[in-house]
């Protein structure tokens, strides 16, 4: 009797061990975080791959790696039958030189602020003239349990590494506009 | 002498109690020290889970995606024969045309029949096997007036080691 009173002792010592591994983990992951930079990584990713798709973000996202590249997009269409939850295919074409295409090739994962993949590309030498199928990715995170969850510092340097590129971009296409063109500028579209 | 041994196995038992209970009580104040650290920390831990969740998915399709660059310009230097004596009777790439599960087509011109023999002996060298999956002519023709010659080849590239 009292040797299996022992054994229930000593089993509860273990599970609460376990379980206090498991807690260590969770606290190590957490305490140890840098929350600012945690704060601009998320903001970073929520710019790439935002939680509900935005067409706004997804034509500046195109503008922006136009502008950066010098390849000129002429034309986009977007085939609503082919639009998943997690993705909108959108068609575009447009010109450049070969350096310029290079550049948009070499650069389109996040160069334009939000997260593109390629469907397929049709390129044509000799009129620089390029067809491409590219898709815009959204996601809306759903886990809420921290268990299981591989945590890796170099993940959150990573976008905050984006995060800078972006802005850095950002401020020099700004700086770039009242020069090129000959208009005024209007920080809100939709204001007077 | 029994005496002596019960008594000895009673003592010995009272300080593995004693042990195990004082190791419960340690246990459990380090993991209320832990709880208490983790609630105070409950907005960043649902924050770390988002980021988590988010650049998982962010990775895998970027890994996803295939570098486009790289199979076009495999693709160009594999099909077109070394460019030999006059330059402007070799071939050229009209157009190309590949998709993320690596399967191309690619249209090229030669101008005279001697470039365009060339390109054939060249297409059908062994050794583009180690560039491609599958490789077929799917269509050739003559245009006069100028005269010039274009062949159509389709087929899969076979995956590139280096990723993005």
Redesign the interface.
Known sequence: M?INH?FG??D??KK??Q??TQ??N??N???N?K?NQ??Q??KT??T??PNSEDYFSIITALETISSKTGFSISQYRISLADISKQSIPIEITGVGGTGSI?NF??GY?FSGGR?I??????????VTKLNLVLNF?N?K??????IN???DQQ??DK?VAIGETLSKDQVNQENLIPGQFNYPVRGNPFGQ | MLGLLTLLILIG?YF??SR??G??VR??S??EF??K??ID?KN????????????D??NK??K???N??SY?YRIQESLLPAVSGDASSSA?????????KRLFKSVIRVNTDTALFELLRHVEDSKLQNTFEDLALESFSIKINPTYYEIVLTGIIKESEKK?
């Open positions: 009292q022992f002792l000593d509860r010592n609460l061990n379980e206090l807690l260590k969770q606290q992951l957490v305490i975080l929350s945690l704060d990584a998320i990713i929520n790439l791959v290079v090739l070499n994962h997260l993949t390629i469907t397929s590309l049709e390129y044509s030498p000799s990715h996601f995170p759903t886990k809420t349990d921290i969850v591989k945590f993940e959150i976008f | 038992l593995i109690n195990t209970d190791e419960y246990l459990l380090a993991k832990i709880l650290q983790l920390k960043e831990e649902k924050k770390l889970i988002t980021f988590v969740e988010k650049s998915f962010y399709t970027v996803s995606d295939i486009f660059q076009y050229s790439i009209v157009n190309i045309s590949l998709d993320n993005i």
